[in-house]
């Protein structure tokens, strides 16, 4: 993979039997294949996040991915038939044990609360109070902090927010019908989706995600909307943050082995916040067996927001430092070196702790140099923006969404292991005119000439019913250059040419991608599912700084 994790650099042709590290941290083994010879596919992975679910959910064939959508012209009605005084009830995912779980678990201790019971009589319940931020943020007994720690990073971009938590929605008082309503971005579309205010309590107390303060609830109820898109609370305890980032702002999402204190990746994080992406990691571990934090004061198996990257100057040096937050939002923070209270503080001047914003309290945020930081945590997922509708100006970049189907005896040729078959799979041309601009001062000398492309997968995940999910398959995507635009290549042509770049395994995430520094040149593109003849619905989505053109699927 190079020096620079965040890139694949193709200048030269690869070899087709390179592979890159799995997220895991497993690298198969390298293989000497000869042009000649045929390309043998590894097989494909198979794995789950961090935060696996207590509960493994049926799977089937992907129907109407409606799940948590309710048509807003009924919804209008539904409230419209309310007499004076009667809220709103969602008849869609009702206050009931089936709403907190799949499985078959116990829920009398659970009531079903409206944002007025769970306030002294002189507070007044507030879906926000002054606006959004990553300090609202507790988790709560839910294993859902993959999710919370994609709402803390979205949370710094009001851009986001007000797209996602529309204004003006009263929780009490004039206006207030007992619904709430949330936009998540689901399979390149916004949706609405539309819940009752009434929340799940033990002993008259939230036990799930919750805000900071007490009189606002957009932490709840957003967690209860997302819980609704995929059928029940219990559904999302477990999940990979990636996704949850790409569901709040439709951005790209790539998903990096954090390995040693590899410079190019400090750079990186530091690159990516300056573009306004959204960041965060995690640690390995078993989440259902830590409870608590380790001695060093963080926890396995559990999603961090990271908020800010910085290199200070002190008296003995310079460090490069990395601020996390935990979703707990407790004082289970980091206890080591540059930690809150931490001696090496003391080396730092007032006016550079005033600018980092240095703040020694029991928030859940904290500071650590990034050598810690490498040691502690093991994966990094960075959400980049991308373009909203057309926008494809210099100064934005351009971007190109396509949908299409694997189908049966048609177009799910399945991997390279038959490429004849694989050679039926669906093909784009992609086109790169021009190398993207070259600055000497900023810009790395080997992406001298080169365009900057980021390149994304997604496979058809929207449930349509509550108790099953949509199958997973494994999936990747490959790059060949070419001479003759617009034309397929045919299984010779994989016989004898290796790729250009590709997304790496087979794996059964909902979405991979990839960034690459490609020459400029005629290009196709091919998404491809491991297994041959598995049907489902793709869509891919290509990013880049200079103008390019995507077309296809290329007729046969």
């Not at 990553?134 to 986001?160: M, N, P, T």
């Not at 040096?317 to 407790?330: A, I, Q, S």
């Not at 292991?417 to 992609?430: E, I, M, R, V």
Request: hydrophobic residues 30%; negative net charge.
């Amino acid at each position: 993979m190079g020096s620079n994790p965040s890139k694949q650099k193709v200048k030269r042709s690869q070899s087709a039997a390179e592979v890159r590290p799995l997220a895991n941290g497993h690298v198969p083994p390298r293989r000497t294949v000869s042009t000649l010879s045929r390309v043998t596919e590894s097989m494909g992975i198979e794995k789950k996040s961090a935060e696996q679910p207590d509960v493994e959910f049926p799977q089937e064939e992907y129907k109407d991915g409606k799940l948590g959508i309710t048509n807003k012209d009924t919804l209008l009605n539904y409230l419209d038939s309310l007499e004076d005084g009667e809220l709103f009830c969602d008849p869609d995912f009702n206050a009931d044990r089936f709403a907190l779980f799949y499985s078959d678990r116990d829920a009398s201790s659970f009531q079903w609360k409206r944002p007025t019971d769970l306030v002294e009589e002189w507070q007044t319940p507030q879906l926000m109070v002054d606006g959004v931020t990553r300090d609202d943020i507790k988790q709560g007994i839910l294993g859902d902090c993959w999710f919370l720690s994609a709402c803390a990073a979205v949370s710094q971009k009001k851009e986001y927010m007000k797209k996602i938590v529309p204004s003006d929605q009263p929780l009490c008082g004039p206006g207030y019908k007992g619904m709430v309503n949330f936009r998540f971005w689901r399979f390149g579309e916004w949706v609405d989706v539309y819940i009752d205010d009434r929340l799940p309590t033990v002993n008259g107390k939230l036990v799930y995600g919750r805000c900071t303060e007490p009189q606002e609830f957009w932490v709840a109820l957003i967690e209860k909307a997302y819980a609704k898109l995929h059928g029940s609370y219990e559904a999302i305890e477990g999940g990979q943050a990636m996704d949850a980032l790409v569901d709040l702002t439709g951005g790209i999402p790539q998903l990096y082995e954090i390995q040693d204190k590899d410079p190019f990746l400090f750079r990186m994080i530091g690159k990516a916040q300056q573009k306004g992406a959204f960041i965060t990691c995690s640690r390995k571990g078993n989440w259902k067996l830590s409870t608590k934090a380790d001695p060093n004061g963080l926890v396995s198996g559990h999603a961090y927001t990271v908020t800010e990257v910085r290199k200070i100057q002190h008296v003995r040096g310079e460090d490069k430092l990395v601020r996390v937050r935990n979703p707990w939002g407790d004082n289970n923070e980091w206890k080591g070196s540059w930690s809150d209270s931490d001696v090496n503080w003391t080396w730092v001047d007032d006016q550079t702790k005033q600018e980092i914003g240095l703040q020694a309290k029991d928030d859940g945020e904290f500071w650590m140099s990034y050598r810690d930081f490498c040691k502690q945590f093991q994966e990094l997922t960075i959400c980049q923006c991308i373009p909203e509708g057309d926008r494809t100006e210099e100064s934005v970049g351009c971007f190109v969404c396509v949908k299409g189907s694997w189908e049966c005896d048609r177009s799910a040729g399945g991997s390279r292991n038959d490429l004849h078959k694989f050679a039926t799979n669906p093909q784009y041309s992609l086109i790169l005119p021009e190398a993207d601009d070259f600055d000497p001062k900023r810009d790395d000398p080997d992406l001298e000439g080169l365009c900057s492309i980021v390149i994304s997968l997604m496979q058809e995940h929207r449930q349509s019913t509550r108790n099953v999910k949509v199958k997973k398959l494994q999936i990747a995507f490959f790059l060949y250059k070419t001479e003759e635009s617009g034309k397929r290549l045919s299984a010779q042509h994989f016989r004898y040419q290796p790729d250009k770049a590709k997304s790496g395994v087979y794996i059964n995430y909902r979405e991979v991608s990839q960034q690459f520094e490609l020459e400029p040149g005629h290009y196709i593109l091919i998404p491809s599912t491991f297994q041959h003849n598995e049907p489902a619905d793709y869509m891919m989505r290509v990013f880049g700084e200079k103008k390019f053109t995507l077309e296809g699927p290329l007729d046969e």
